[in-house]
T-cell receptor, first 118, second 111 residues
């Protein structure tokens, strides 16, 4: 079974702190994604990556950056956390290869990190 | 703009009832339509994936249909059980390799 793990289930940080959220997948998937989920807004894509050292902005990248130094690991970074970044953060991976969209592959999600910024 | 909408936002039914969750999408050029389940405070679990060339998919008590021409998908749950209580999300995959999610339907099945 595909396994996507996230470093923390719950995290409490203070305004202005630098925050790292880690995601690891064990199925050699090329694509990895970071979403945030807020009540009434659904899941919104922050960043995604097609391969090591590659990254693409999603719909709401402001205030975030990402790092993908190894294929299995995709990190989300909040350079200076703010209260409006309090949210549930979900990581996902998929074997879809960039430029060759497959209609048969789903995204596999991690358990999520509930981040609270005080 | 590609948008996915789910109605109703919440649903409460007695155990044993058959029910239908609705999903609509504005752009019919989808590669596939996916249904996920999310338990409180947890990640998403894939339930069914319908490719754009397909009309429906079935898994156990779940049946999902896709009508691209009308921009609609439905998730049918037969003989609902309390364990089916969760939030159900639909999402459309487009040629950008990005999933566009609906805001979900929160289902409660009571004994």
């Amino acid at each position: 079974d595909v396994k996507v793990t996230q470093s923390s289930r719950y995290l409490v940080k203070r305004t202005g702190e630098k925050v790292f959220l880690e995601c690891v997948q064990d199925m050699d998937h090329e694509n990895m994604f970071w979403y945030r989920q807020d009540p009434g807004l659904g899941l919104r894509l922050i960043y995604f990556s097609y391969d090591v050292k590659m990254k693409e902005k999603g719909d709401i990248p402001e205030g975030y950056s990402v790092s993908r130094e190894k294929k299995e690991r995709f990190s989300l970074i909040l350079e200076s956390a703010s209260t409006n970044q309090t949210s549930m953060y979900l990581c996902a991976s998929t074997p879809i290869t960039a430029g060759v969209s497959s209609s048969t592959d789903t995204q596999y999600f991690g358990p999520g990190t509930r981040l609270t910024v005080l | 703009k590609q948008e996915v909408t789910q109605i109703p936002a919440a649903l409460s039914v007695p155990e044993g009832e058959n029910l239908v969750l609705n999903c609509s999408f504005t752009d019919s050029a989808i590669y596939n339509l996916q249904w996920f389940r999310q338990d409180p405070g947890k990640g998403l679990t894939s339930l069914l994936l319908i490719q754009s060339s397909q009309r429906e998919q079935t898994s156990g008590r779940l049946n999902a249909s896709l009508d691209k021409s009308s921009g609609r998908s439905t998730l049918y749950i037969a003989a609902s059980q309390p364990g089916d209580s969760a939030t159900y999300l639909c999402a459309g995959l487009y040629n950008t390799d990005k999933l566009i999610f609906g805001t979900g339907t929160r289902l409660q099945v009571f004994p």
